[in-house]
Every structure is written in C-alpha cells, then in structure tokens.
C-alpha cells in the first residue's frame, strides 16, 4: 500500500519536473532540485502527520498555493525563454524551493491520514522520499532530453503545461 502511494505522489513530481526540465538545466541544478523534492516527501508528511488538522483550519483551499505557485513558475519560464540571457542560469534556490513545495503539498496531505495506513511513519516517509527523488530525476533527465530535440519552443510548452497543472489545481 505504501509503494502504491509513494508512486501516486511522485507521478504530480514526475510531470511537473518534466515540465521543469525542458529549461535544460546542468547537472547540479538536476540534481539539487531531486534532492529537495525528496526532502520535501520526507518532510511533508510528517509535517502533515503533526500539523494538518491545524493547518487546515485557517487555510481553506490548499490548491490555492499551489495554484499560485506553478502559475508564477510557468509565467517565468515563458518569459525566460524569450531573453537573450543563457536559460540555465534561471534556476534559483527560491525556484527550487517553490518548485520542491509546490509538489509536495499532496504528501502534506497523506501525511494527516499516515496514523491510518500505517504507524511507521519515518519508514512510510522515507518511502515517500525515495520514490519522490527519482520520478523526479527521470523527469528533469527526460525533459532535458526534449529540449535538445526540439529546443526553446519545449521550454514555452512546459511553461504553458505548469501553468496548466496549476489550473488543475485551481479546480479541483
């Protein structure tokens, strides 16, 4: 049961860093943003675990952030990619941590009902964790692999498609 939901919360990390990648980022920027997003999956449902409840009560909607989060991503990434600047160097550590939080929202989620699926909760984060980092590995390595291919325009679809997710999010 635990695989079957680390690998549902890592395909939103998959998708999005696919998106993300299409920006053609080196190896260390791949590298740092998998490894902040399986941190985020460690830490997030735990955080859930010991703080929804509350949390929840004062924020109504959190699609919301997330929403908001990966339409300010996206418009960035459109708007990069018509600068005459390298795109490689747009990666910030404020991106990466936006992006790192941004999917991991839903980990914050499954970490409110963890006590219910299963009591090991450092070896369910952990789980989490790993599963998180590599979807999120493959999806920078794949979408680095479309822009070689096809170049600036993979950049402004994956723009368009987080801004996209985001109003998924919105929706739902």
Same mark, same amino acid.
């Given at each position: 049961?635990?695989?079957?939901?680390?690998?549902?919360?890592?395909?939103?990390a998959f998708s999005l860093a696919l998106a993300y990648?299409?920006?053609?980022l080196n190896k260390k920027d791949i590298y740092n943003l =998998?490894?902040?997003?399986?941190? $985020?999956? &460690?830490i997030m449902p735990l955080l859930g675990l010991f703080f929804g409840n509350i949390i929840l009560n004062y924020i109504n909607n959190p699609n919301i952030l997330v929403f908001l989060i990966l339409f300010i991503i996206g418009i960035e990434m459109i708007y990069e990619t018509f600068k005459k600047e390298d795109?490689?160097?747009?990666? =910030? &550590?404020?991106?990466?941590?936006?992006?790192g939080l941004a999917v991991s929202i839903d980990s914050f989620s499954v970490g409110i009902?963890?006590?219910v699926i299963n009591k090991n909760y450092l070896y369910c984060s952990?789980?989490? =964790?790993?599963f998180s980092l590599s979807f999120t590995y493959l999806g920078l390595v794949l979408g680095k692999k479309i822009n070689n291919i096809i170049g600036?325009? =993979?950049?402004?679809?994956?723009?368009?498609?987080?801004?996209?997710?985001?109003?998924? $999010?919105?929706f739902t």
């Amino acid at each position: 049961m635990i695989i079957i939901i680390a690998i549902s919360l890592s395909m939103d990390a998959f998708s999005l860093a696919l998106a993300y990648g299409t920006l053609n980022l080196n190896k260390k920027d791949i590298y740092n943003l =998998s490894l902040v997003v399986g941190l $985020y999956h &460690f830490i997030m449902p735990l955080l859930g675990l010991f703080f929804g409840n509350i949390i929840l009560n004062y924020i109504n909607n959190p699609n919301i952030l997330v929403f908001l989060i990966l339409f300010i991503i996206g418009i960035e990434m459109i708007y990069e990619t018509f600068k005459k600047e390298d795109i490689k160097n747009i990666v =910030s &550590f404020k991106q990466i941590l936006l992006f790192g939080l941004a999917v991991s929202i839903d980990s914050f989620s499954v970490g409110i009902g963890l006590n219910v699926i299963n009591k090991n909760y450092l070896y369910c984060s952990t789980i989490f =964790s790993i599963f998180s980092l590599s979807f999120t590995y493959l999806g920078l390595v794949l979408g680095k692999k479309i822009n070689n291919i096809i170049g600036k325009t =993979s950049t402004i679809i994956g723009g368009i498609v987080l801004i996209f997710i985001g109003f998924m $999010y919105l929706f739902t």
